[in-house]
């Protein structure tokens, strides 16, 4: 997916959340938006949204000397998460239609977005409710039950802190069908991005194979990528990719992705083909399948 003039309100947005969270002074805040503007010009349309997002970023924390502005909010989230895990993991364990369902909290952790919003602020059960009623805008499940009986081995591509906690909840159905599910955490601090310290955090080193995937690009830049990690993505039977950044980054390619994701903003909505707001579960459109 390609950048467009739109994006570019939210790289200031962006680098601003990352001043809020690191100082309370409103001339380093400036000085941050001010720095940042000056790579704007500069950022061509042909990226990703999330590379450009990504210089951004690395800009805001050069200039407020810090490498992870957002870690006592990913910290919290964590342990928010980790709270909610047994109710739903009960979601699941008490569906007629595991899968579905494991997919559905899965999306729930993603439109819930954990590293901006607080216990308090959302009504979790709500959420969860409206999604398990009234379903995605595009729900290709089904498809991924036929897939997954063909399969062998999945890529799981986390996006937030916090968030990873809903996307266990998926990880073990596969593995109840059989499933090697390997996951994949970013090799550095970008936004409020799951990294190996997350994974560790809510236990996921305890349940699969968690793998770097040596880049601190947000999304998945495979141009960034480590071999290992391009290894696991080109061998994997099917790689599910959870999150914005990640759709903004693969849906260019040709690998057997099942994206799981909020449009939000107007722009992904379009190309997915809805409207932002949209939340789906649904396959790769350039596979050619």
């Known amino acids: 997916m390609r950048a467009t003039t739109t994006c570019?309100?939210?790289?200031?947005?962006?680098?601003?959340?990352a001043a809020l969270e690191v100082t309370d002074a409103p001339e380093t805040?400036?000085?941050?938006?001010?720095?940042?503007?000056?790579?704007?010009?500069?950022?061509?349309?042909?990226?990703t949204p999330a590379e450009n997002s990504t210089y951004v970023l690395w800009r805001a924390q050069e200039v407020l000397n810090c490498h992870d502005p957002f870690a006592a909010k990913k910290h919290h989230?964590?342990?928010?998460?980790?709270?909610?895990?047994?109710?739903?993991?009960?979601?699941?364990?008490?569906?007629?239609t595991p899968l579905q369902t494991a997919v559905?909290?899965?999306?729930?952790?993603?439109?819930?977005?954990?590293?901006?919003?607080d216990k308090g602020d959302v009504d979790l059960n709500a959420i969860l409710d409206e999604v398990l009623t009234q379903g995605l805008a595009v729900d290709e499940t089904e498809l991924l039950e036929e897939k997954l009986g063909t399969a062998s081995q999945v890529l799981y591509l986390v996006d937030?802190?916090?968030?990873?906690?809903?996307?266990r909840v998926l990880i073990e159905e596969l593995?109840?069908?059989?499933?090697?599910?390997v996951v994949a955490v970013k090799g550095a601090a970008i936004l409020n991005d799951a990294t190996m310290e997350d994974a560790l955090a809510v236990g996921m080193d305890r349940m699969c194979r968690v793998l770097s995937n040596g880049s601190s690009m947000i999304g998945t830049d495979l141009k960034t990528c480590s071999s290992e990690f391009l290894q696991e993505f080109r061998s994997a039977d099917l790689i599910t990719s959870k999150g914005q950044a990640n759709f903004e980054t693969l849906n260019e390619t040709s690998a057997p992705i099942f994206f799981v994701l909020k449009a939000k903003c107007p722009e992904v909505g379009r190309e997915l083909g809805g409207?932002?707001?949209?939340?789906?579960?649904?396959?790769?459109?350039?596979?050619?399948?």
Do not use: H, W
């Open 8 to 17: 570019i309100p939210c790289y200031l947005k962006q680098a601003l959340s």
């Open 29 to 47: 805040q400036r000085r941050v938006l001010n720095e940042v503007a000056k790579l704007l010009p500069g950022l061509p349309l042909e990226n």
């Open 77 to 96: 989230y964590n342990e928010l998460a980790l709270s909610m895990y047994p109710d739903l993991k009960a979601l699941v364990q008490g569906s007629a």
């Open 104 to 117: 559905k909290v899965a999306a729930a952790g993603n439109i819930i977005d954990l590293g901006i919003m």
């Open 160 to 167: 937030n802190a916090g968030e990873i906690v809903f996307d």
């Open 175 to 181: 593995q109840t069908r059989g499933l090697t599910v």
């Open 275 to 289: 409207a932002m707001g949209d939340v789906v579960a649904m396959f790769n459109r350039t596979t050619g399948e």
